[in-house]
Every structure is written in C-alpha cells, then in structure tokens.
C-alpha cells in the first residue's frame, strides 16, 4: 500500500488536493486514498501515556480529506483523551463540513466511540474501514472493505430513538447563542482541591486558561476536610455574591465536581 506523509499539523486537505493526489497514485476516488494516508495519520498523534498511535481520515460531503488522531496528557484524568475518531469529528465541525460519508481507521473503533458516532444524523450510513497490520500487508484496501456502522455496533439506541427528526445533532448546522469572551477577559481565577484526592482539576483549568486568558491570575486552595463540599455547596450563592460586592461581577463558572472541587471564574470591572 502506497503511503502518503503529511506535514505537521496537516489536518485537513482540500478536496482539489486530495482529488491531484488521488489521480497520482492512479487510485478510482478520493475515497481509496483514505487508507493511504491512515499510516501518516498516526505520526502525528500524541498517546504519551499508552504509546498506542491511532489516526483516522475521513471523507467528507464536501469532498475534504479529514485527519483525527488519538492525543492523552499526563497528570490529567484519562477522560480528559481524546479519541482519534472524536478528533475527526471535531475537525469537520470546526471547518463546518456537515457530514462525514466514510472513514479508515488504524484500530477499530472502541465502544464508546461507537456510541459517539451514533449521534450523528446520518449514523446509519456512515462505512468504516479498519486498517490493521494483516490489511497493510495484504495491501486490502479496496472500499468493498468497509462496513456501516451498524456492524460494529448492532441493536443501536441514539437521540433517533427519543427526539424529533429535526431536532439538532453533531455536525448539524445550529446557533448556540454563544458569545465569546475577548482574548484576557478572564482576570481571575480560584480553584478549590480538596486535599489526597486522586482526580484533580488544577492542570485542567490551568490548560484552558494558559489559551484562553494567559495573563489571568490563578490560584489553588487545598482544602484538608471531606466535608469541605458541603460548606462550599450550602454556601456558595454567598460567596457570588461577596464577589459581586468586592468588584468581581461577571461570574462566568461555578460547579462543584466529584467533591473535589469548586472552581471560580470570575471577570474583575
């Protein structure tokens, strides 16, 4: 099988790109290129704790060419991964592709990515090929090889089961009524852990803030009580408030998560 490099950070190629290339390697469709550049594809993902590449590229409606691929971070909770194929999706939402028709992947898709494909719209008739080490030197990659995705998960029960047929979905084109905060509109920031915990939130908000608003002031207070959720719980709308009057009027976050932490942020006028 013939293999394509990417650059650093080449997610996405455009369809006229991928058409050129696709007629260079002598290959039917654009489709057919999609095993070629699965190997490529997993160069560039960061797995630094499994050491496990994943990559996945998809075929977009538009005729785009999307790359996704597996990224982990040490010192975070191991739902904070990000799957190959959830990357893919993302990346076509992000570049408003509002559908994805197939995709090859490195490693079959786990269980939860399945069920996260199956909120997409058309999840049905979404194939997938899975190119494993056996396909690669078999040179298997034929489109007569991929699969719906009902055959890697049978029985499926998705948003199709419960809501409207119009009702908004991943990939869908939709107004969230979103307005974003200016580059430093965050000035403030207090995260609350509680002392032992195994799942902390610190370098969680401190990877957000340090792309959001680098310049915030941020700081931690290790609480040492078990019981230090319910004060927070039964007294936070005093301390909004408290915050309110001491200048910090925007409160933009406030959640307690797992008992472990109350986090803060706040916008000073």
């Known amino acids: 099988m013939n293999q394509i490099h990417l650059s650093a950070n080449q997610f996405v190629i455009e369809a006229s790109v991928a058409e050129s290339i696709a007629e260079s390697l002598n290959l039917p469709s654009v489709l057919h290129l999609l095993p070629h550049l699965v190997h490529s594809a997993q160069a560039l993902a960061r797995p630094p704790i499994s050491n496990f590449n994943v990559g996945a590229v998809g075929l977009g409606s538009d005729s785009r060419v999307f790359v996704g691929v597996n990224l982990e971070f040490p010192g975070l909770p191991l739902h904070h991964s990000v799957h190959a194929e959830q990357f893919l999706l993302t990346n076509l939402a992000v570049h408003r592709c509002r559908r994805l028709l197939s995709f090859a992947v490195s490693s079959a898709p786990c269980g939860h990515f399945r069920e996260f494909l199956q909120e997409l719209r058309h999840c049905s008739s979404v194939q997938i090929l899975v190119i494993n080490e056996e396909n690669c030197a078999q040179n298997i990659d034929h489109v007569e090889n991929r699969k719906?995705?009902?055959?890697?998960?049978?029985?499926?029960?998705?948003?199709?089961?419960?809501?409207?047929?119009?009702?908004?979905?991943?990939?869908?084109?939709?107004?969230?009524?979103?307005?974003?905060?200016?580059?430093?509109?965050?000035?403030?920031?207090?995260?609350?852990?509680?002392?032992?915990?195994?799942?902390?939130?610190?370098?969680?908000?401190?990877?957000?803030?340090?792309?959001?608003?680098?310049?915030?002031?941020?700081?931690?207070?290790?609480?040492?009580?078990?019981?230090?959720?319910?004060?927070?719980?039964?007294?936070?709308?005093?301390?909004?408030?408290?915050?309110?009057?001491?200048?910090?009027?925007?409160?933009?976050?406030?959640?307690i998560m797992q008992l472990f932490c109350l986090g803060l942020v706040f916008k000073q006028f």
Not at 187 to 204: F, L, Y
Not at 215 to 232: A, E, G, M, N, P
Not at 242 to 250: A, E, I, M, S, V
């Open 148 to 255: 719906p995705l009902s055959k890697f998960l049978p029985n499926p029960f998705g948003p199709h089961d419960l809501l409207d047929h119009e009702c908004w979905l991943l990939l869908n084109q939709h107004d969230n009524w979103l307005d974003l905060l200016p580059p430093n509109a965050v000035n403030s920031v207090i995260s609350v852990e509680k002392e032992g915990a195994k799942v902390r939130h610190e370098d969680t908000a401190r990877l957000v803030l340090k792309a959001v608003s680098p310049k915030c002031d941020f700081r931690t207070i290790t609480s040492y009580s078990s019981s230090l959720h319910r004060v927070l719980d039964s007294t936070t709308p005093y301390i909004l408030c408290l915050l309110r009057l001491f200048g910090y009027g925007d409160v933009f976050f406030a959640s």
